[in-house]
């Protein structure tokens, strides 16, 4: 019987048949939706035998919404995300005129969705620009409500600047150009905390080895300095058995998780010089802007990038392809449909269905590792094959078979080069 997901006091309950509403999105969402659907059922069903399925419930927003009843964002989606706690969309119109806020926005401010999740790992055969892609397996946590996020930014020479700044000048002695726009960089301790303890405790749930602090308290030490302290505050008083920082260790943790921290502007370098060295992130929300773009660049996976936006205290989540609408592709079943396909991945292992997550990623390895590809990876790969949307997906489908009968062999979903001949 179909029924909902809801909250325990562990964490999520999720029936064998669970509700999970979708929006299918606007331009070529309904093209990579189709595909990825056949994915997910055919690895949950692999998996789990019957044992369980999704009940796919399909709600409105964007473009398609707005033909159909004339609202971008029907209360009754967002109700919806609301009851049944986890879903899935794909990529939305952003409406066009004054007074319309982006919808994206609006869904993960309604359910205070605070951790944005964008895990980056290299699928072999994929061209990078770097020499090492195969060490980069990194989850990013980004907070997801503050900092630049929070828009609280006045227009040059407007009122309100001119107020704001002469406010600045009279209370706190600060002098701002009067032609300046000004903005407002909040980062709490309520909001840090809770984002870094998402962080630490994905890595206890994933045996991940470390989790990295990224700020730039060197500079702004209320704000981004406060960040950094209010994570290692989260590890010593929450996790004191699973985590061990560097200054204890000495960069020698054992079986715990290394709490580190490292300068934004660093940790650019390091992701590109050493990526082997950092796993799970935990960052402010502009700083992991630039971070999940270029690592997502780094593997070459732009266009492959999963997301998910996520309330760990509340059970609420909705996981996106982080890739546009591109209208021009629209209908062409031509575009690739790795990012929706990864996301959902990450919404299966959310929701404690590791199994069918971990199946999704070994065929989508497998038909890349082949050299099996949609036009935006064929135009980039020697001697690939190039296939429709709807062609990929039946790829990975097809593969999975074989990945199941190895992982019953060996014990691994991952699946190796040289099962791959065979395939
Ligand atoms: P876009 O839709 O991401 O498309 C830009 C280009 O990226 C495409 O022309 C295509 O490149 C490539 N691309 C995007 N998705 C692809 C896929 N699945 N497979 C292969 N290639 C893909 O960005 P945009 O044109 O700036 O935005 C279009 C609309 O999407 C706007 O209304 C924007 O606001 C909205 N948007 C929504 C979201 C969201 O809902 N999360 C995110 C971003 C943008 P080539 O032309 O080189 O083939």
Same mark, same amino acid.
Not at 185 to 203: D, H, M, T
Not at 252 to 269: N, R, T
């Given at each position: 019987?179909?029924?909902?997901?809801?909250?325990?006091?562990?964490?999520? !309950?999720?029936?064998?048949?669970?509700?999970?509403?979708?929006?299918?999105?606007?331009?070529?969402?309904?093209?990579?939706?189709?595909?990825?659907?056949?994915?997910?059922?055919?690895?949950?069903?692999?998996?789990?035998?019957?044992?369980?399925?999704?009940?796919?419930?399909?709600?409105?927003?964007?473009?398609?919404?707005?033909?159909?009843?004339?609202?971008?964002?029907?209360?009754?989606?967002?109700?919806?995300?609301?009851?049944?706690?986890?879903?899935?969309?794909?990529?939305?119109?952003?409406?066009?005129?004054?007074?319309?806020? #982006?919808?994206?926005?609006?869904?993960?401010?309604?359910?205070?969705?605070?951790?944005?999740?964008?895990?980056?790992?290299?699928?072999?055969?994929?061209?990078?620009?770097?020499?090492?892609?195969?060490?980069?397996?990194?989850?990013?946590? $980004?907070?997801?409500?503050?900092?630049?996020?929070?828009?609280?930014?006045? !227009?040059?020479?407007?009122?309100?600047?001119?107020?704001?700044?002469?406010?600045?000048?009279?209370?706190?002695?600060?002098?701002? $150009?009067?032609? #300046?726009?000004?903005?407002?960089?909040?980062?709490? !301790?309520?909001?840090?905390?809770?984002?870094?303890?998402?962080?630490?405790?994905?890595?206890?749930?994933?045996?991940?080895?470390?989790?990295?602090?990224?700020?730039?308290?060197?500079?702004?030490?209320?704000?981004?300095?406060?960040?950094?302290?209010?994570?290692?505050?989260?590890? &010593?008083? !929450?996790?004191?058995?699973?985590?061990?920082?560097?200054?204890?260790?000495?960069?020698?943790?054992?079986?715990?998780?290394?709490?580190?921290?490292?300068?934004?502007?660093?940790?650019?370098?390091?992701?590109?010089?050493? *990526?082997?060295?950092?796993?799970?992130?935990?960052?402010?929300?502009?700083?992991?802007?630039?971070?999940?773009?270029?690592?997502?660049?780094?593997?070459?996976?732009?266009?492959?990038?999963?997301?998910?936006?996520?309330?760990?205290?509340?059970?609420?989540?909705?996981?996106?392809?982080?890739?546009?609408?591109?209208?021009?592709?629209?209908?062409?079943?031509?575009?690739?449909?790795?990012?929706?396909?990864?996301?959902?991945?990450?919404?299966?292992?959310?929701?404690?269905? &590791?199994?069918?997550?971990?199946?999704?990623?070994? #065929?989508?390895?497998?038909?890349?590792?082949?050299?099996?590809?949609?036009?935006?990876?064929?135009?980039?790969?020697?001697?690939?094959?190039?296939?429709?949307?709807?062609?990929?997906?039946?790829?990975?489908?097809? $593969?999975? *078979?074989?990945?199941?009968?190895?992982?019953?062999?060996?014990?691994?979903?991952?699946?190796?080069?040289?099962?791959?001949?065979?395939?």
């Amino acid at each position: 019987m179909p029924d909902r997901i809801t909250m325990g006091e562990a964490g999520l !309950e999720v029936p064998d048949e669970p509700i999970v509403p979708f929006i299918e999105g606007d331009g070529i969402g309904p093209d990579i939706w189709r595909a990825a659907r056949q994915v997910f059922d055919a690895a949950v069903e692999h998996v789990y035998g019957g044992g369980r399925r999704i009940a796919w419930h399909e709600v409105y927003a964007g473009e398609t919404s707005f033909k159909r009843n004339g609202e971008w964002l029907p209360e009754e989606t967002i109700e919806t995300f609301q009851e049944y706690l986890v879903g899935i969309k794909g990529p939305l119109t952003t409406p066009v005129g004054g007074g319309i806020r #982006s919808l994206n926005v609006t869904i993960r401010q309604t359910l205070d969705l605070y951790a944005c999740l964008r895990p980056v790992r290299w699928y072999r055969g994929i061209p990078s620009p770097i020499r090492t892609p195969h060490l980069v397996d990194m989850v990013i946590f $980004r907070e997801n409500t503050e900092d630049v996020y929070a828009g609280m930014e006045v !227009e040059e020479a407007s009122e309100e600047a001119g107020r704001l700044i002469g406010f600045l000048a009279e209370e706190f002695g600060w002098k701002i $150009r009067p032609d #300046s726009g000004v903005g407002l960089k909040p980062i709490s !301790e309520v909001g840090s905390k809770r984002l870094v303890r998402a962080a630490i405790q994905y890595a206890v749930t994933f045996g991940r080895r470390s989790v990295t602090l990224v700020h730039k308290g060197n500079i702004m030490k209320y704000t981004e300095g406060a960040f950094r302290n209010w994570g290692y505050e989260v590890a &010593r008083e !929450e996790f004191p058995s699973e985590t061990i920082t560097w200054d204890e260790c000495g960069g020698e943790p054992g079986d715990k998780i290394l709490i580190q921290d490292v300068i934004a502007d660093a940790m650019l370098q390091q992701v590109l010089t050493r *990526p082997a060295n950092y796993d799970v992130i935990a960052t402010t929300n502009l700083n992991g802007d630039y971070l999940s773009d270029a690592l997502a660049a780094q593997v070459g996976g732009i266009g492959l990038a999963p997301g998910g936006n996520i309330n760990y205290a509340t059970g609420h989540a909705v996981f996106e392809a982080t890739h546009g609408t591109a209208p021009k592709y629209a209908g062409l079943d031509k575009v690739n449909p790795g990012s929706v396909i990864l996301s959902g991945a990450n919404m299966l292992r959310y929701m404690g269905w &590791r199994g069918a997550a971990d199946l999704i990623e070994a #065929s989508l390895e497998a038909v890349i590792g082949d050299r099996v590809v949609t036009y935006d990876l064929a135009r980039l790969m020697k001697y690939s094959t190039e296939v429709r949307t709807s062609e990929f997906a039946a790829a990975l489908v097809e $593969r999975m *078979p074989i990945i199941e009968r190895y992982a019953a062999m060996s014990g691994t979903r991952r699946a190796p080069s040289h099962i791959r001949a065979y395939m």
